[in-house]
Every structure is written in C-alpha cells, then in structure tokens.
C-alpha cells in the first residue's frame, strides 16, 4: 500500500508540472501575439517622420507637400524644422529682382522664411502661399517670377531635435497664375 501511496503522489507532481508548463506556454503565446500587433513606440533619440498619416523615410522623397500639409515627429519632444533649396536633375530658370538664374545656384539657400508652420497635435502643420512668394521672402521681398513649370523635389527640410537629425526631400503644388476669364469669349 505504500508503494501505491509513493506512486500516486509522484503522478500527481508530474500532472502539476506538466499543467503549469502548459499554462506558460499559453501566456508566452498570448504575449508574442499582442506585442507584434502594437506599433513599437519611437525609441528615444530618433526620429520618426509621417506626412498625412504616411511615413516617411529619412533622407527620401516626400512627393508634393499640399499647403496646409500636417507632419508629425515621433521620438521628440522639442524640435526645430529648417527649409533649404534644393536641386538634383530639375533645373530651372528664374528671375529675381530682374536678374536671371538657375535653381541650382540656390541650392542649401535657406527659405524657411518662405513657409508659415504652426502647432499640429503631434508635429506641425506646413503652409504656404506658392513658389514665387517662398523665395522673395528669403531674398528680403525681392520680385521673383519662375519661367517654368517649377516641379519635382525642389526643397530639402531638416527637422532636429538635440543630437537626432531628420531630413527628407519635397516639391510643392503649381502655383496658380492669374487668371481672367472674359465671359464674352466663353461658348457653352
């Protein structure tokens, strides 16, 4: 009867084990499923950039930035956004104060002046009035007029935050001319 007893008791021990591995086996699955299916938050220290909701990649194209254009900044809680011009293959010819010039003897001027940006729930919210207007406002109000079509990335933005820097390459909707319509001339 004892060797019974023994017997029962080592049974019951290895049914407890066994049990107990099952239910962490059941939490460790529980936890790697509902860890993966968070976002990871922005580790401190680097910066994380979305444009509209769509993440960006640093030192990438952004495409056209809309006025009115929200960028959110993960992994900073004080940050500091600078505007350069930029030119890579999309030359173009402009005239400033009358004299004529070519993009690409702006490129790293500084245009920030160019673009109004305020406070945004987790960034900042971009604006601006056209091309024309972005760069007399760096060049002191001087009268500018872009003879073409200004198209592609055609501003570097530099978002800082202490020793982390983020940067990403833009272009900005056509500028809309004035238009006068004559409803003399329109025929439906």
């Given at each position: 009867m004892a060797n019974k007893?023994?017997?029962?008791?080592?049974?019951?021990?290895?049914?407890?084990v066994i049990v107990l591995l099952v239910l962490v086996a059941v939490a460790g699955v529980i936890v790697h499923f509902t860890r993966?299916?968070?976002?990871?938050?922005?580790?401190?220290?680097?910066?994380?950039?979305?444009?509209?909701?769509?993440?960006v990649a640093n030192g990438s194209s952004a495409g056209t930035l809309v006025s009115g254009t929200v960028?959110?900044?993960?992994?900073?809680?004080?940050?500091?956004?600078?505007?350069?011009?930029y030119c890579s293959d999309n030359d173009f010819e402009l005239t400033v104060d009358g004299d004529v010039y070519y993009w690409?003897?702006?490129t790293d001027l500084?245009?920030?002046?160019?673009?109004?940006?305020?406070?945004?729930?987790?960034?900042?919210?971009?604006?601006?009035?056209?091309f024309t207007d972005i760069v007399s406002k760096s060049q002191s109000g001087a009268e500018v007029n872009a003879v073409d079509m200004v198209s592609g990335n055609i501003f570097r933005m530099v978002i800082t935050s202490g020793e982390s820097e983020f940067e990403f390459f833009f272009g900005i909707s056509a500028e809309i001319a004035d238009i006068a319509l004559d409803i003399y001339h329109i025929v439906f």
């Open positions: 007893v023994k017997h029962n008791k080592f049974t019951t021990i290895i049914y407890v993966n299916s968070q976002t990871p938050p922005a580790e401190e220290g680097i910066l994380s950039v979305s444009i509209d909701g769509e993440n960028i959110a900044v993960d992994g900073a809680t004080d940050c500091s956004v600078a505007v350069y011009a690409s003897e702006f500084n245009v920030t002046e160019g673009f109004t940006f305020s406070t945004a729930e987790s960034g900042f919210e971009v604006k601006y009035t056209g």
